[in-house]
């Protein structure tokens, strides 16, 4: 009943070759192709050691050999690409050809589905290889290499044409034939003459996106089955509110059709801001004496935790003007996670986290208005975790909620707890019966709980 992100299990591509071989021509059309935004072209151009000392004036002089294996950081490379693999937030090293140094400024990755190392190095490392899923060696004559390697270095890199043929006789030839050659060894396929085969590379794009399109069915797959897991709800984790006839007013007029947009957003304020209530009882309060200005004492009590607000675009956004009442000077994140439009599967587009969220004692509140499927709510906790957060410290609030996605989400994790304004009714017996052609947010018979309504009134779009 565990959720697993798709970025916990990401692609890996390994892209190698000679100098000037065309890897990287070859990884952009990788890239261009599969058309996954969420794909992570990682460079070992960025792996260099820093140069220190007395190498650093031969490096001025081109005697310097920045194509042996051992100029390259190939462990940290490792780690890197181990980090993502695992679905941690990691940070990658940028290097300045210029300085031949590290700077201070680094790139930060987080959520990954596809991972392309891309380097004449980039099959030399046996750990790193293990963790790649294809490897793929670009095979083009060293004359054509020298050629390219040229214009790349000259008009890219700022360097002197006797200096780059200096560097390639010394070191870049030698080497391509002692270390970079033999790797091929490990490749499952070689392109010959790189990005001008567009034969060899439209077959490698194919393949590529049939592993892709199985990764993201297996995903759904496992989505669906956290909701075909029935065990009572529990109250103390799926807490509904309580059906006063203040609630049955609102719902009325929310769930009408004719009503006004204006009065849309004064009820849907109104029955937020109870939710939030609800959500603030669940925080860990202690007494506290309150002096005025006049030497006057007041008993009172505050909260142990701090509290961090994390919306989810654009549903969450819907409860922005109750928390700004309710709450003033509360912290406020984003996250963006949308359905793809051909598969149905949810992808992290953004996340936009406050550095707050790592504090000791912090209560995470987490909002979306309509809850139907349960699987963009399932990757917002996710990513939640993946920063460090604890399932106890999440609290999810929702207006209306499918059964089935509560189950899914209560599945997926056994201490989150969830406040919803209304929640629907699922008919198991219809469930068992149903055509299996129906998705099972389809068994809540109401309309207002399987369409998503809220944001679109309370926005006007």
Known sequence: SQYIPPWSEPYIIGVAGCSGSGKTSVASKIIQEINQPWTILLSLDNFYKPVKGKDRERVFKNEYDFDDPSSLDLDL??????????????????????????????????????????????????????????????????????????????????????????????????????????????????????????????????????????????????????????????????IRLPRTNQLNCINTILLNKSTRRDEFI?????????????????????????????????????????????????????????????????????????????????????????????????????????IISGAAAIMAIQVLLDHGLRQQDIVLVGYLCTEMGMRRILNAFSEVKIIVGLMSQQDIKTYNEINRNVTEENYDSDWWFKTRFVDNVYFGT
């Open 266 to 370: 004064f009820y849907f304020d109104r029955i937020a801001t109870i939710l939030l209530t609800h959500a603030l009882n669940l925080l860990t309060y202690t007494p506290v004496k309150i002096t005025t200005p006049t030497n006057y004492e007041v008993k009172s009590i505050r909260p142990l935790e701090s509290i961090v607000a994390i919306n989810m675009i654009r549903s969450g956004d819907c409860f922005m003007n109750s928390i700004k009442r309710t709450l003033p000077d509360v912290t406020i994140g984003k996250l963006l996670i949308q359905s793809d439009s051909l598969t149905g599967e949810p992808q992290l587009h953004t996340e936009s986290l406050p550095p707050s969220i790592y504090d000791n004692h912090v209560k995470i509140l987490l909002f979306d208005a309509q």
């Open 77 to 238: 490379l490792f780690e890197c690409v181990k980090s993502l693999k695992e679905g941690k937030k990691t940070e990658i090293p940028i290097y300045s050809f210029t300085h031949h140094d590290r700077t201070d400024k680094t790139v930060t990755i987080y959520g990954a589905n596809v991972i392309i190392v891309e380097g004449i190095y980039a099959l030399y490392n046996r750990q790193l290889l293990e963790l790649m899923d294809t490897k793929i060696f670009v095979d083009t004559d060293l004359d054509i290499c020298l050629a390219r390697r040229l214009n790349r270095d000259i008009a890219s890199r700022g360097r002197d044409l006797e200096g780059i043929l200096k560097q390639w006789n010394a070191f870049v030839k030698p080497n391509s034939v002692k270390y970079v050659r033999p790797t091929i060894d490990s490749a499952d396929l070689v392109i010959p003459r790189g990005a001008d085969n567009h034969v060899g590379i439209n077959m490698m794009i194919n393949h590529i996106s049939k592993q892709l399109s199985k990764k993201s069915k297996e995903h759904l797959k496992h989505l669906s089955k956290l909701g075909k897991i029935f065990r009572p709800l529990d109250d103390a984790r799926a």
